[in-house]
């Protein structure tokens, strides 16, 4: 027998959900549910899920757009306002109202801008302090360095001036025409003359100290009997003649060409000792070596930046 046109096609049917509870509640049922929705009101709600709610409301009614049929809105409309346009005729005028800033705490108004002006200005003048210590200790290693390279320079100019001065006095004696001992200081050359007067101050201190400690005599004046002879006075002391000859002999007068000399700075100095050096002897004091012949091939410059 054929199918019928009418017959239902299973395979295609469309059931709807079936109901997850009962179609009516039984009085137990409808009792328990009371309960549970009396319990639930009667609960009081801690503070944290009343902040919360209250939150979520909020944030509810700012997503919301003004509706069409509030006045605002109407009133907005008539002026060409439409769902979604800035306010204002500027195309980068605001399209979202200003958010709200709900204030928690009891302080006054513009109470938590004075507090962030304040950390503000703690963490600027932080700031300066850093940035001031840093340039301070920048400043104090830059001036031990410079002190350190000036000591240096100094240690150099005196070893330059003395091997001058050694490489002079061999000169001297090779020719047979050895300086004197008592030669003028302003006979000296000024390159290290300074060594030399150095010298001579130190012998002039040394004199007067053992004059003074050894002349008592001389400082303590007696009374001589004037038919003594020199040499009794002298043997017995009763000598009315200084013995700290030294004192009467100060040392030449300012030397105004050395005072010009040593009043450059220690590199113009050093430099032209060096010169001297190379020119005269040619030795470099930085190489430790006397070369045969000006040229002074192998030497790799005149500084101590040169050789490094």
Known sequence: ??????????????????????????????????????????????????EAEAEAAREASLATALPETNKGFKMMAKFGFKQGD????????????IQVSVK????????????????????????REAKRSKEEEGDYLEIRRQEQKDKKLERDLD????????????????????????????????LWRSRARRRVEIQHDKQQRRELDNSLASRLPTLADEDEDNDSKV?????????????EHDLEDEDPELAEFDA???????????LH?????????????????????????VTEEDHD
Not at 28 to 46: D, F, M, N, S
């Open 235 to 247: 043997a017995l002391g009763h000598d009315l003649t200084p013995f700290y000859t030294s004192l």
């Open 159 to 190: 070893s330059a001036q003395r091997t001058a001065e050694r490489l002079t006095e061999k000169e001297a004696e090779d020719k047979g025409t050895t300086e004197p001992f008592d030669k003028p200081l302003k006979d000296i050359n000024v």
């Open 104 to 127: 928690e705490d009891r302080g006054g108004i513009g109470l938590e801008s004075d507090k962030k002006r304040k950390i503000r200005e703690q963490w600027a003048e932080a700031e």
């Open 86 to 97: 800035a306010l204002g005729k500027s195309e980068n005028a605001r399209k979202e109202p």
């Open 264 to 274: 450059l700075p220690v590199t113009e100095r050093l430099e032209k000792v060096l």
């Open 1 to 50: 027998m054929a199918e019928s046109d009418d017959e239902d096609d299973y395979m295609n049917m469309i059931f709807e959900d079936a109901p997850k509870g009962p179609k009516f509640e039984t009085s137990l049922q409808r009792a328990a549910r009371k309960r549970k929705e009396g319990e639930a009101k009667a609960r009081q709600k801690t503070k944290s899920e009343r």
């Open 277 to 301: 050096l190379r020119g005269e002897f040619h030795y470099c004091l930085y190489c430790g070596h006397q070369y045969p012949d000006a040229e002074m091939e192998g030497c790799p410059g």
